[in-house]
């Protein structure tokens, strides 16, 4: 991965090679991540929607999440494979706001 991925998980408070080492990657979900790292991805992006619907949940269970000491496994693999794909369009389009215009433009062959 790139300086950039590294840098994205230093500052959600995630082992900086989560995102390039499986095996690390494997480590984060058995632990489970904590709720922190989640509260500095909602502290990253506005969009909470996408938050929740990858966890599963509603805006104020993401609450609750933010709280939790440790997410279980399948939110930890969730938040994780979400927060990879967010890292690398921040990668790609340098920076946050810039990654929040392209997630909530509309695709039309999407019907959007």
Known sequence: MTAPMHAFAAELGLDPKVFENS????????????????????AQFEN????????NTDLEGLKEYGSATRLNAQQSESLLDSLRILGAVRAVWGSRELTE????????ALGG
Request: with cysteine; hydrophobic share 50%; proline share 3%.
């Open 101 to 108: 215009q392209w997630l909530d433009s509309p695709v039309q």
């Open 48 to 55: 909470r929607q996408l938050f929740a619907g990858a966890l």
């Open 23 to 42: 095996a690390c990657f494997i480590t984060a979900v058995r632990t489970g991540v904590s709720g922190k790292v989640l509260q500095q991805a909602l």
